[in-house]
């Protein structure tokens, strides 16, 4: 065994050691000789082959190895070590002095293996773990396969693994974050609602239908529930902020279920994507009727009585609103007693431009332009600004002005009126924030997000739905573009599903893409449908998943099977396995020319037909047991050859079980052991023959023995008294 001056296993004389990043280096630079698999040059090809394999691979491994399960690894498994944790020093040591906190849960995993079983698969299984000095929950989707020796047996585990942690974090993160965003819109006596970015609806709490008694998804329920002549302005708005992309706040009355109108505050925003595009919108109609009515009749009083100002000041200072005057010179001269108690300052700092103090900075040079528009054209207004209240605090005002004017026509200024609206514009503040939340959920979670339009075929998708076309972000393709992604002998897949969805709803199908460079991918499609009023589907909306990955482990699967059953075929013993039950469902081609029946033989009269006679009840009450209590069988019974002769057979059964602990099946052997029963009828027959043949003449010398005792025991020889007791 070759070294440098370093200790290190130099690569030339292991290749199998070479490469690998820090792993390949601790590895040869390791003092093996105290280890349970001693140093590089003893160990079987079959374990180098694995740790060259390991080394050499991008993708998490693990290895235990022979009885100890000694640990191996590579550097991409090593980040799931952490720090503080079992790193370094698990490298080469046995794997249940490391694992101690799973232990009970991957040593039944890995018996099952190194006992012949089958590899084991298992995803998102929550296993916490110890590292970075602490317990952590983790989260793993992993798979234990065995790694044959020399002698064609298994003598390691292979594992491997990747860390799911903050995949399903995200998952959980996201769907309760949905939930809590949809009872939190359902709570609220506002009209919340979201649409796409074309402005198509997507969601509407339950107050709408509470209110308007419609559906918020029937594209004709806007029209019938905006006043006539509300309509051409909130849609003129609605159209301009949709293009422009600026808040979109106006005001509207709303029939309610019982035929009257009422007043509401309109507010809605934008959500962009990290490119600043827009993705979807989220608003809400807040009722301000009292108010609207209360705001107008005062205004239009005021109006009236202006000349009577001792009257006008009278009722202005009644009133909870903030009033105010100003003339044609845009100077403020009246503030009513609720203005001054919000703002805890006097007339006299009010007076001109005193009260534009308390404008909050950042909205002062946009509210005083819109002010000053509105007196430069003596139309009136409408917008919302924070304003600072007695306390110190500043808080959002709906502010509307009118232009007033002398019965002759003549400009004599603006009255005007402002509302607390603090608590309204905190809430959609919190509704943006939690849609925004949920859209870096759900784009976490790496599902591609679409909506289809059943009428027009229309689609409107996400980023990552391109993406997982096989397409770079902001392209746009049509519904027929995304068609011909589909495999052809997947499309009648597609439709049957599209058909199911009709009548239940729910869309769910899985199928083969291509993407434009040729190569094959599995796709997962979910989504539900929504009906019109009259029941008629017109929107789907749903996501689609890339499961790639999934389906080729499941055809490794299958490739794995075809190899035990050929495997079983070419192998001397009688191989056999059972479900649950203990009902046995497949045989190897040893049990079929040992015992000359065809499967359709044994299958109608069963296993138990060539077992001899003698040994039927014990052999059914054994495994019976074995079956209901979950142990291992093991049993010796007489099975009948085809030239009816009956050998001896020592049976052995074991369980396989799932991560959980639940057996899923059982797999056995059966091995003549003819030669061996014979063999021990022989040694018996020798032993007794001999026993008899030198019990005579032994008696004899015993005989001779005790009376040279008795005869010499008070002899002074110490030779001879010695040499009489080893004789007897």
């Known amino acids: 065994m070759k070294q440098d001056t370093g200790k290190n296993f130099i690569p030339e004389e292991f290749p199998f050691l070479s490469g690998g990043g820090e792993m390949g280096h601790l590895m040869r630079s390791k003092d093996w000789s105290s280890s349970l698999v001693g140093t590089p040059d003893t160990w079987p090809q079959s374990l180098r082959t694995t740790v060259s394999i390991i080394l050499n691979s991008k993708f998490p491994m693990f290895l235990f190895w022979g009885p100890g399960q000694v640990c191996f690894y590579n550097d991409a498994y090593r980040p799931s070590l952490g720090n503080a944790g079992k790193h370094p020093d698990i490298l080469g040591s046995r794997g249940a002095d490391y694992w101690q906190e799973i232990w009970a849960v991957i040593k039944p995993l890995i018996d099952q293996v190194l006992g012949g079983g089958e590899a084991t698969w298992s995803e998102d299984q929550f296993i916490p773990i110890y590292r970075n000095g602490t317990m952590e929950d983790a989260y793993w989707t992993f798979s234990y396969s065995p790694v044959n020796d020399e002698s064609d047996k298994p003598a390691g585990v292979f594992v ?111 959500i962009r994507d990290e490119a600043g595009q827009i993705e979807k919108w989220v608003g809400s109609f807040t009722n301000f009727n009292v108010q609207k009515k209360t705001e107008e009749e005062l205004i239009n009083a005021l109006v009236q009585i202006e000349e009577s100002e001792s009257r006008f000041r009278d009722v202005a200072n009644t009133v909870p609103v903030l009033i105010w005057m100003a003339g044609p010179d845009k100077l403020r001269n009246f503030f009513n007693t ?147 992604h ?162 001896w057979q020592l049976s052995r059964a074991i369980p396989q079980r799932d991560a959980a602990g639940d057996i899923q099946m059982w797999v056995g052997t059966s091995t003549d052991i003819q030669d061996i029963k014979e063999q021990e009828q022989q040694k018996d027959f020798f032993i007794s023959m001999a026993s008899h043949e030198l019990k005579t003449p032994i008696t004899s010398i015993k005989g001779y023995v005790q009376i040279l005792q008795s005869k010499y025991g008070k002899s002074e020889d110490p030779f001879l008294k010695k040499s009489l007791e080893v004789i007897d």
């Open 486 to 647: 589909l495999h052809p002998d997947d499309l009648g897949i597609r439709e049957d599903a599209f058909k199911r969805a009709s009548d239940t709803g729910i869309l769910h199908y899985e199928s083969r893409i291509i993407w434009a460079d040729g190569s094959l991918h599995w796709i997962e499609s979910k989504g539900k449908v929504f009906y019109d009023e009259k029941g008629k589907p017109f929107k789907m909306i749903g996501t689609v998943r890339d499961i790639t990955e999934e389906k080729n482990f499941q055809e490794q699967l299958l490739g794995r099977e075809e190899k035990f059953r050929l495997l079983a075929d070419s192998m001397p013993q009688h191989i056999w396995t059972a479900d649950t039950a203990g009902n046995l469902n497949y045989f190897n081609k040893s049990v079929y020319d040992y015992s000359g029946l065809t499967p359709e033989q044994l299958t109608a009269d069963g296993w138990m037909q060539i077992v001899h006679p003698e040994e039927r009840e014990e052999n059914i009450a054994e495994w019976l047991n074995s079956v209901s209590s979950g142990h291992a069988f093991l049993f010796e019974h007489r099975f009948r050859r085809h030239d009816g002769e009956y050998r």
């Open 338 to 484: 609720a203005w001054l108690n919000f703002t805890g300052r006097t007339v006299e700092h009010e007076y001109g431009q005193g009260w534009a103090d308390d404008i909050y900075p950042e909205d002062f040079e946009k509210f005083m332009s819109i002010y000053v528009q509105s007196f430069d054209q003596q139309k009136a207004y409408q917008t919302e600004y924070r304003l600072r209240r007695h306390d110190g605090e500043y808080r959002w005002i709906s502010a509307r002005g009118e232009p007033r004017f002398t019965t002759n026509g003549s400009f004599e200024g603006f009255i005007g009126a402002c509302m607390d609206i603090h608590e309204r514009v905190l809430y959609e503040q919190k509704l943006k924030e939690d849609e925004e939340r949920l859209n870096i959920i759900i784009e976490a979670s790496e599902l591609g997000n679409w909506e289809l339009d059943l009428e027009t075929k229309e689609v409107i998708y996400s980023d990552r739905y391109l993406e997982i076309l096989g397409h770079k972000t902001g392209q746009t393709l049509s519904h027929p573009e995304i068609l011909k």
């Open 160 to 270: 491997t693994c990747v860390e799911t942690t903050k995949k399903v974090l995200a998952r959980h993160s996201a769907e309760k974050s949905e939930e809590e965003f949809r009872q939190l819109a359902d709570s609220l006596p506002e009209l919340v609602w979201t649409t796409d970015k074309t402005g198509n609806q997507a969601f509407a709490s339950k107050r709408w239908k509470e209110f308007t008694g419609l559906d918020p998804y029937d594209a004709a329920t806007f029209e019938k529930m905006v006043h006539p002549d509300d309509l051409p302005n909130i849609l003129s708005v609605w159209t301009s902020c949709l293009a422009t992309g600026d808040i979109y706040k106006t005001q509207v009355r709303l029939k309610s279920k019982a035929g009257a109108y009422q007043w509401f505050y309109v507010h809605g925003e934008p």
